[in-house]
């Protein structure tokens, strides 16, 4: 599907020289003279590598048509990852390189959503947030809760997330999937 140079967004999987390629950033660009144009920095989807392309904004590009799929996380086996399809019940396989970092934070019977490229799982979209308990942490230094410094606390799934002063072992937080992050306590 052809789109604009103007509406490529971060996460945009492009087909480009013959491979996939996953956006990571774009920069428009409108020097004092000459023609605006696009700098986006693309990843390969198969082999890793990073590329930068400067698009003119007249120009279009090849975007891939991905089918997503909701699915369920059922278990972890090694670096094999098994999900099962919604709908179908069917069950797929995923390596663990394919949800990246962010497969730490995966639980039994979470939702996901895997986008297809030509029946091939390109990548995995967890939720946004997940609730954890705080099975480990330091106790309260006195006079420390005042300020806004963190602890390192170990969480249920053997994470260690900075959390703040008054957080302690046995309560249930909130994290951000995407980096990690102490987002508040949960409710």
Do not use: C
Not at 32 to 53: C, L, P, R, W, Y
Not at 57 to 76: C, D, G, H, S
């Amino acid at each position: 599907m052809k789109m604009n140079v103007n509406d490529i967004r971060v996460g945009n999987v492009l087909e480009h020289e013959g491979r996939l390629w996953r956006v990571a950033k774009t920069m428009h660009t409108q020097p004092g003279k000459g023609g605006a144009f696009m700098q986006v920095e693309m990843k390969d989807i198969v082999s890793g590598t990073k590329t930068n392309i400067r698009y003119r904004t007249a120009e279009t590009v090849e975007r891939a048509i991905l089918e997503p799929k909701n699915m369920q996380f059922l278990y972890a086996d090694g670096e094999q990852l098994n999900f099962m399809d919604m709908d179908s019940y069917e069950q797929v396989t995923i390596g663990a390189d394919v949800v990246g970092e962010q497969h730490v934070w995966l639980t039994e019977n979470m939702d996901v959503v895997i986008e297809f490229y030509d029946g091939k799982p390109l990548g995995v979209a967890l939720p946004e947030t997940v609730i954890m308990e705080v099975v480990e942490a330091d106790a309260v230094v006195k006079g420390q809760t005042q300020s806004s410094s963190f602890k390192p606390s170990k969480v249920s799934n053997g994470e260690t997330v900075l959390v703040p002063q008054f957080v302690s072992a046995g309560e249930s937080i909130v994290i951000n999937t995407y980096d990690g992050t102490y987002v508040e306590r949960a409710k």
